[in-house]
T-cell receptor
């Protein structure tokens, strides 16, 4: 069953703690992305990666870090430096064929108190 | 400034009725426009994708139109069902020359509620 998986679906953390969100895809897509979604806002790009061992900052990268050690995996770490980490986080992947159309995972809702 | 504006912000219709959602954009250069459906608490799912040369594209009860001259798109939903209740997001891709992924610009979405 192909697709993109994100885990966990819900995550709770105390302020000051780092937390890592998982994103895995078995679509053999080259590119992967992380977005943040807040109520009433459009999706905002955090980081993206076009190939293994390479990634680029998006519009709101401050307080976040990523790695791309494997083609299938693109974990996102929300650090304690992120001022407002509570949000819905979406991972996506795409490939050149098909015009880089993005396929989204089910999302992780992070709540930091 | 590259922007994507959607209207209305929210919409309530009765089951079985039709509706049309609007998307205006200022993204230039333009590569393609996509409509996504996002159920509450879930990831967006693609409905249609249209390039510059396409005027209309259908996916079941969903029909999208594109006027690249006026930079407007619409999503028409026919014979609405309760399961159509969701947020509908317009996404415009900026042209990167095709060699690398294009920059995506997201609208804030239209929240559609279908009542029985």
């Amino acid at each position: 069953d192909g697709g993109i998986t994100q885990s966990p679906k819900y995550l709770f953390r105390k302020e000051g703690q780092n937390v890592t969100l998982s994103c895995e895809q078995n679509l053999n897509h080259d590119a992967m992305y992380w977005y943040r979604q807040d109520p009433g806002q459009g999706l905002r790009l955090i980081y993206y990666s076009q190939i293994v061992n390479d990634f680029q900052k998006g519009d709101i990268a401050e307080g976040y870090s990523v790695s791309r050690e494997k083609k299938e995996s693109f974990p996102l770490t929300v650090t304690s430096a992120q001022k407002n980490p509570t949000a819905f986080y979406l991972c996506a992947s795409s490939m050149r064929q098909g015009g880089w159309e993005q396929y989204f995972g089910p999302g992780t809702r992070l709540t930091v108190t | 400034k590259n922007q994507v504006e959607q209207s209305p912000q929210s919409l309530i219709i009765l089951e079985g009725k039709n509706c049309t959602l609007q998307c205006n954009y200022t993204v230039s250069p333009f590569s393609n426009l996509r409509w996504y459906k996002q159920d509450t608490g879930r990831g967006p799912v693609s409905l249609t994708i249209m390039t510059f040369s396409e005027n209309t594209k259908s996916n079941g009860r969903y029909t999208a139109t594109l006027d690249a001259d006026t930079k407007q798109s619409s999503l028409h939903i026919t014979a609405s069902q309760l399961s159509d209740s969701a947020s509908y997001i317009c996404v415009v891709s900026g042209d990167s020359g095709g060699s690398t992924l294009g920059r995506l610009y997201f609208g804030r979405g239209t929240q559609l509620t279908v009542w029985p």
